[in-house]
């Protein structure tokens, strides 16, 4: 996720390379193809990449958050941006971690940020103000769209767009496994299924029907697609899929309780 986000900023041209220092926790092939491939700063020391920022995306796993703020919070540029990506984690949990009134802000991207195609949630905390908004709202639509939401509400979003891609990209496998079974080649089915999903997505976009609308004008009396639907339906496939979801936002809720308790 840092990389798309990396990438976005430089293609649209939004941060200068110069300006920008990535990090991790130890793998320094990764930090090395980062440098060569975007000409920005790498560093391995967290405190050199943060000491002179002024706005500092945290990226890593919800789990690492408390560590690495212990680590950077005496360093920190008070002035500075605090913009977390992390799923679950609320902003008063990164804000009690930094011990000042930090302008901290939560976003929830996706993994279409690599091809500017995000659908990026974004909630501010109880300091960050309107242009810190309007300016972090700006970096990130260079990975895609932007909505500003109550923080309340990002657990839902980050069941429903954070996770929303790996629901898709299953379902097409299993897409993919029925067209091999049924004697298409892989290019075969690359450019039929490709293009079949690149259709829906642009067609939901242009219109204003309804999901069923749109289901209902697909399925001819006694067709193919209502053939397939009485299955989906005996096997209560929508009500699944919709558990899943809710099983998702439901992470994102633990997420935020299991990393963010009681700070000592
Ligand atoms: N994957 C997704 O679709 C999405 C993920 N997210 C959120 O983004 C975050 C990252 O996910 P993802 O990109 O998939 O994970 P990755 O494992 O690909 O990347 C995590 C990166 O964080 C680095 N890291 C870990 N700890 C630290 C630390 N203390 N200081 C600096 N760097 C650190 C790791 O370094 P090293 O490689 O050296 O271990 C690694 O480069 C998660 O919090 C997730 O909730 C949000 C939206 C979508
Ligand atoms: O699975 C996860 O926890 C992260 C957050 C949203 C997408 N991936």
Redesign the pocket.
């Known amino acids: 996720?840092?990389?798309?986000i990396i990438s976005g900023l430089l293609k649209t041209q939004t941060v200068s390379p110069l300006n920008i220092t990535a990090?991790?926790?130890?793998?320094?092939e990764?930090?090395e193809s980062l440098k060569k491939r975007y000409q920005i700063k790498t560093t391995h020391s967290?405190i050199e990449?943060i000491k002179e920022a002024d706005v500092i995306i945290?990226?890593?796993?919800?789990y690492?958050?408390k560590?690495?703020i212990k680590?950077i919070k005496p360093y920190c540029n008070k002035e500075a941006l605090f913009i977390?990506?992390?799923?679950?984690?609320p902003t008063s949990y990164i804000e009690d971690l930094l011990e000042f009134n930090a302008a901290v802000i939560r976003?929830?991207?996706?993994?279409s940020?690599s091809i500017g195609l995000?659908a990026t949630s974004m909630s501010k905390g109880a300091y960050a103000n309107h242009k810190q908004m309007e300016y972090a709202k700006e970096l990130f639509e260079a990975i895609g769209s932007v909505l500003f939401i109550e923080e309340e509400k990002q657990n839902a979003a980050?069941g429903i767009a954070?996770?929303g891609?790996?629901y898709f990209y299953y379902f097409i496998e299993a897409m993919y496994i029925a067209a091999e079974e049924a004697n298409l080649t892989k290019n075969e089915a690359d450019s039929l299924i490709k293009q079949m999903i690149i259709g829906v997505g642009k067609k939901l976009e242009s219109t204003n029907k309804s999901p069923q609308e749109l289901y209902q004008e697909i399925m001819s009396p006694k067709g193919t697609t209502e053939a397939g639907f009485k299955i989906l339906e005996e096997e209560q496939l929508q009500q699944h899929f919709i558990k899943a979801i809710k099983r998702a936002i439901q992470r994102s809720v633990e997420?935020g309780s299991v990393y963010s308790h009681k700070i000592e």
């Open positions: 996720m840092a990389e798309a990090t991790n926790l130890e793998n320094t990764r930090l967290r990449a945290f990226a890593m796993k919800p690492g958050i560590e690495c680590e977390s990506i992390l799923a679950g984690i976003t929830m991207p996706n993994t940020a995000s980050t954070g996770s891609p790996a997420l």
